[in-house]
């Protein structure tokens, strides 16, 4: 990878949590300054010229580094990138230098048709080489290096020829993109398609993640009753996603951890009390096992509080 397609470095993110900006928030935020290590945004929320959202969203950008998500390249799609969209947000990157920039390996376009959601791709050598040109185009165009998140997925393809971690880690290893790994993500999927998560971890490129989201589901059953769960956004952190963050956590480092809460949002209280529990994970993978401090690991059934403590201990 060049130079031009690495991270902005000048306005890179702290290895501390966190959290989504939500306009519930700004009046709060701009107010009372809180210890939160950076905020993320949805690209496309901000692709309008001016108004209040690029009014709070500047100055909230005076005192914390930013995070850019993006929703809407369809980067899996069997058609080019639309370019316009492109080029909207190379505008909305140079205006906002974040740190980092990612996007989902998922479509969501098809013809001249936009659809309110992020479908799966099938893991085969025509969606690789696909999905590998179209980053390759958008690391040209933007100048610098993107994050691929792997997807939430409540199916799987048949005539998928690659397991979804050895897709993911050959399209980062021919483009030169990072990762963002979704740690709920794998866990929705775990239970969807009857994986296991931790395994899934264990197995992942950890060496190219540059970023990690931490979200709530929800649970739900299909038509044989059995669990399905959906990637909802709507709530807090889940126990057992805790404890795989930690899993990957200690694995790589103190990296930026992102708490997405997008639906049902609550109070700026709850919110930031989800991005301290990150910090505290995240503060307990620096620390050296000795007699003083041993990183407990994550174990089958701890409970939120009970998980937080044992990393404090």
Known sequence: MSESLRPDVQWSLPHRAGVGLKAEHYRTILESQPDIGFFEVHAENYMGAGGPPH???????????????????????DRPLDRNHLERLKELIARYTPGLFSEHLAWSSHDCGFLNDLLPVPYTVESLTRI??????????LGRQMLLENPS???????????????IATVARRTGCGLLLDVNNVYVASINQQWDPFAYIDAYPLAAVQEIHLAGHAEEADEKGRPLLIDSHDRHVADIVWNLFARAIHQTGPIPTLIEWDANIPDWPALKAEAELADAVIQAATQPASADHVIRRPQSGMTRRQFKEAQTL
């Open 55 to 77: 009014r709070f969203l500047s100055a909230i950008r005076e005192s914390y580094p930013l995070s850019l998500h993006g929703v809407g390249l369809s980067i899996g799609a």
């Open 132 to 141: 590998v040109d179209h980053i390759d185009e958008v690391q040209e165009v």
């Open 153 to 167: 997925t409540y199916l799987a393809f048949k005539e998928s020829t690659y397991s979804e971690i050895d897709f």
